[in-house]
């Protein structure tokens, strides 16, 4: 089992920037890629994010490509998601999640990854 919890959430101005970080605890974390999804109310769990277990490969949605950085600390068991330029579409529950390392961190499905936190909301007012 690998417990994750997100923080970091909150509410911010059109424009501004947060830093949403997920700490890991449990199983081995450098086995795992590690992503961030968002789930905004009435639509379904977007991806937005990965990350390799080695930090080497990142992935992005499009919507968010170089506005969103995802990075990790394997000494920390922590996986990271700085947001600049927040519009107002970015408005979500964001979730961290944890697939096994086998699979390709590219995946963007949901439904390939094992692991998840409870989500921390974020509101970006326009």
């Known amino acids: 089992q690998v417990q994750l919890v997100e923080s970091g959430g909150g509410l911010v101005q059109a424009g501004g920037s947060l830093r949403l970080s997920c700490a890991a605890s449990?199983?081995?974390?450098?086995?795992?890629?590690m992503a961030w999804f968002r789930q905004a109310p009435g639509k379904e769990r977007e991806f937005v994010a990965s990350?390799?277990?080695?930090?080497?490969?990142?992935y992005y949605a499009d919507s968010v490509k170089g506005r969103f950085t995802i990075s990790r600390d394997n000494a920390k068991n922590t996986v990271y998601l700085q947001m600049s330029s927040l519009e107002s579409e970015d408005t979500a529950v964001y979730y961290c999640?944890?697939?096994?390392?086998?699979?390709?961190?590219?995946?963007?499905?949901?439904?390939?990854?094992?692991?998840w936190g409870q989500g921390t909301q974020v509101t970006v007012s326009s």
């Open positions: 999640a944890a697939m096994w390392r086998s699979r390709s961190a590219d995946d963007k499905s949901p439904s390939w990854y094992d692991y």
């Open positions: 449990g199983r081995t974390f450098s086995n795992y890629h």
């Open positions: 990350i390799s277990w080695s930090g080497g490969n990142t």
